[in-house]
């Protein structure tokens, strides 16, 4: 419990001079009885589709969908277009950010230029705007493109961020992720990069990380809400369900879960990934792959993995704000620190209130879930970053 109270308290529980502060913000904290308040988190995997698809998304809507699930910092994928390979492309979705974002957004820069895999992206010139280097969405498959951008990372002390995708194999295998696993880490053993796998979804990943971290490689790795919940027999043919990569089997849902439990999975991310209705209309078969995650993630974690103890709130707090944070060179202070501090970021959370998942209700453009109908538990009233209010559940719609 001791560890809980630094990043976790009631707000019955605060001091004075933490009231005055939140007064001073201009939250009545009168409002909030017997709510809880937790850091802002922090989700490391976020398609916010601008520059490029702004039918599926854009930084405002993406990043008020953030705030609503309690995170008050996110990266941003560089599937976009244009792609941020270099640093005039890179420019377009800056200016979006500072023009439109609401909580803090560190964007990727792409391994690859276009993401197309055949040549490496100006890595050097985006190194100082970037968090990291990943060309998700895309394996990168050529050995020799990637071991020249793991060693061009190292050197620039970035991390590679990787969606493992072998195309040699069908993308619903499990070969299709830990082969290029498999691959990735011996290049890591000899680059000595720094390497984090994107969306963990079988028992062999989770196993070739668990014996890379044995080894002291410098791994980690993340994996989504969806791949705790649920298995391949018990998904519909419906596009809400199509995700890259896909839902595997009971074993795998499993093992992900021990990952998360004995720290081989460092991390939740929500791999947040609009589209329009159109594009996920047709079953599993015609639809688009991607989900969107951000305003559900805490209430499907709480519900299906805390309240069953699976987890605890200590270990959901890592997974969503501690990890995140260390893994990707951000400070991560505990909630004495934010309450103290002159621009604090944090959410308040109603963890009592149980509903059902409406995607109607949602901040996103993207309305496409698999928890869509589902009973979760835990809805964020209010976060706050860099002490101003960016969402409330108390405003007027």
């Known amino acids: 419990m001791k560890e809980i109270k630094k ?34 988190f922090t989700d490391v995997h976020v398609h916010l589709r601008e520059p490029g698809f702004l039918y599926k998304e854009t930084v405002a809507t993406g990043t008020k969908a953030a705030a609503a699930g309690g995170f008050a910092d996110i990266m941003s994928m560089p599937n ?27 964007p990727y820069g792409a391994i690859t230029i276009g993401q197309m895999g055949r040549e490496g992206a100006d890595l050097e010139s985006m190194a100082g705007d970037v968090i990291a280097f ?10 020799e493109l990637m071991r020249d951008a793991m060693i ?4 620039l002390n970035k991390l590679i961020v990787a969606h493992c995708e072998d195309e040699n194999y069908p993308k619903e295998s499990s070969e299709a992720e830990w082969m290029q696993l498999k691959r990735d880490l011996e290049l890591v053993r000899e680059t000595g990069c720094a390497y984090h796998m994107c969306h963990v979804s079988t028992k062999e990943s989770v196993e070739l990380i668990r014996q890379a971290k044995a080894e002291g490689l410098d791994v980690t790795a993340e994996t989504a809400p969806h791949y705790l ?48 209705a159109e594009e996920k209309n047709g079953g599993m078969s015609g639809a688009a792959f991607g989900i969107v995650g951000l ?43 934010i309450l103290a501090g002159d621009a604090p970021s944090f959410a308040i959370w109603n963890l009592e209130e149980e509903y059902t998942v409406n995607p109607e209700e949602f901040e996103t453009k993207g309305r496409s879930t698999p928890f869509d109908g ?13 002490g101003k209010v960016v969402y409330s559940r108390f405003e007027e719609k």
């Open 80 to 106: 976009l277009k244009p792609v941020p390979d270099c640093t005039e492309n890179l420019k377009v979705q800056l200016d979006a950010i500072a023009e439109d974002a609401c909580v803090h957004v560190y």
């Open 374 to 386: 589902m009973t979760v538990k835990g809805r964020c009233v209010m976060t706050v970053v860099d």
């Open 7 to 40: 990043y976790f308290a009631r707000t019955e529980e605060l001091t004075m001079a933490e009231c005055e502060k939140l007064s001073a913000l201009g939250i009545d904290i009168r409002l909030f009885n017997n709510f809880c308040i937790l850091p802002g």
């Open 295 to 337: 305003e559900t993630c805490m209430p499907v974690m709480y519900k299906y993995m805390v309240e069953p103890v699976i987890l605890n709130m200590d270990q959901l707090v890592r997974l969503m704000y501690i990890n995140p944070r260390e893994r990707f060179g951000l400070d991560a202070p505990d909630l004495e620190h």
């Open 134 to 143: 990943t060309d998700d969405g895309k394996g990168v498959m050529d050995d």
């Open 229 to 276: 919940v649920f298995n391949r027999d018990n998904i519909e043919d419906d596009g809400r369900f199509k995700m890259n990569p896909p839902i595997k089997q009971e074993e795998d849902r499993l093992a992900v879960i021990e990952g998360l439990k004995d720290g081989t999975i460092d991390m939740i991310a929500t791999d947040h990934a609009p589209h329009s």
């Open 152 to 155: 061009r990372a190292k050197h």
